[in-house]
């Protein structure tokens, strides 16, 4: 494989000195690029998209050739493992993403398929391979799933939720049938992170989206417990670098110091955590990675900067700060104040590191 050229994001999660914060975005392949759109409207459809690896591809390095970013996210969906298991992935104007089937039996359960990541899923990881072509070493690549909680609730509703009605009632009443159900989807998960690792993904992170919807003893036993499964299968190194793994709860600033331990490298946190208390919490246990509030890009360029400054400063001194938003970056958002975000993090950040 190529050698890295930039190796700032994986040395800021595994706590190493670097020169300055590395950044990147949460959905920076995305809708408030014009060049993404144009993009999807040539693939067809989102799916589409996602499983043309070339064009999957492509959108993945749009926004590197805008901003300096530290590393590039492998353009996909979370809810690829669903769709493999024979649920029927779709998507609605204006509805996000639906099921053609859910899961809210035994029978249900026992009809998902049988599946293997680099079978199944092989669509994937010819976009890992193809991205990795094509970055040439600028950046490392991070590849990613849903956690198990995450993916069982559009699993178990049918789509996206706002008041988790059907899996709250299947994990507080069929606690049995809920741990049957998440238990498959996290072998399935590490399988497919494993397959990731093995295209060429460089960093790993579980998007718990839905981990934050459950009371602290439910995130414990439904998400933390199925995320830290997860983790203790997966490699430890790949191409003579260790892979660190990023989890990212939203909504799930409360739990720091038992995601800490979860055995994840870096801890993603939300706009709604004070970064400054954060790191006085789980001190060197783990990188922190966040957590600009993704609406701020809507405010002027002199206010997105005023806001990064106040960021890097609550982390203060030294090594494990990636800087990133708290959630995906919003589709109407100006290119240009991306920018002027990115500028931000790269001019003010320097300060609070003793260089490379």
């Given at each position: 494989m190529t050698e890295l050229k930039n190796d700032r994001f994986l040395r800021a999660l595994l706590r190493q000195d670097v020169d300055r914060t590395p950044v990147w975005m949460m959905r920076q392949a995305g809708r408030y690029l014009p060049e993404y759109?144009?993009?999807?409207?040539?693939?067809?459809?989102?799916?589409?998209?996602?499983?043309?690896?070339?064009?999957?591809?492509?959108?993945?390095?749009?926004?590197?050739?805008?901003?300096?970013?530290?590393?590039?996210?492998?353009?996909s969906d979370i809810l690829t493992v669903p769709d493999a298991l024979g649920l029927g992935l779709y998507f609605e104007e204006g509805e996000g993403p639906r099921f053609r089937k859910t899961v809210r039996s035994?029978?249900?359960?026992?009809?998902?398929?049988?599946?293997?990541?680099?079978?199944?899923?092989?669509?994937?990881m010819a976009a890992v391979r193809t991205?990795?072509?094509?970055?040439?070493?600028?950046?490392?690549?991070?590849?990613?799933?849903?956690?198990?909680?995450?993916?069982?609730?559009?699993?178990?509703?049918?789509?996206?939720s706002k008041d988790f009605a059907h899996v709250k009632t299947m994990a507080y009443d069929r606690p049995e049938l809920m741990?049957?159900?998440?238990s498959l989807l996290a072998d399935a998960v590490a399988d497919y992170l494993c397959a990731q690792v093995r295209a060429g993904a460089q960093a790993l992170q579980l998007f718990d989206t839905w981990g934050g919807s459950l009371s602290a003893a439910g995130y414990r036993e439904f998400s933390l417990k199925y995320m830290q499964r997860i983790i203790s299968r997966l490699p430890v190194e790949a191409e003579g670098?260790?892979?660190?793994?990023?989890?990212?709860?939203?909504?799930?600033?409360?739990?720091?110091?038992?995601?800490?331990?979860?055995?994840?490298?870096?801890?993603?946190?939300?706009?709604?955590?004070?970064?400054g208390a954060a790191r006085a919490l789980i001190g060197d246990r783990v990188a922190l990675q966040g957590n600009m509030d993704p609406a701020m890009l809507f405010a002027s360029p002199q206010r997105i900067r005023s806001e990064v400054a106040a960021i890097l400063a609550a982390y203060g001194h030294g090594a494990g700060h990636v800087f990133n938003l708290?959630?995906?970056?919003?589709?109407?958002?100006?290119?240009?104040?991306?920018t002027a975000f990115v500028d931000a993090v790269q001019d003010l950040s320097p300060q609070y590191h003793n260089g490379d």
């Open positions: 759109r144009a993009t999807r409207a040539q693939a067809g459809s989102f799916l589409d998209l996602c499983k043309n690896a070339e064009l999957a591809c492509e959108v993945t390095v749009q926004p590197l050739r805008r901003y300096p970013m530290d590393a590039a996210i492998l353009f035994e029978a249900d359960l026992a009809s998902l398929n049988a599946i293997t990541a680099d079978d199944d899923l092989g669509y994937v991205i990795r072509r094509e970055l040439n070493g600028q950046v490392p690549l991070i590849g990613f799933s849903g956690s198990p909680w995450t993916l069982a609730t559009y699993m178990v509703e049918g789509g996206s741990h049957q159900l998440l670098r260790k892979v660190p793994v990023v989890v990212f709860t939203k909504g799930g600033g409360q739990w720091l110091n038992v995601i800490a331990e979860c055995g994840a490298q870096a801890v993603g946190i939300d706009w709604t955590t004070d970064i708290g959630h995906g970056i919003t589709p109407g958002v100006d290119p240009d104040h991306v």
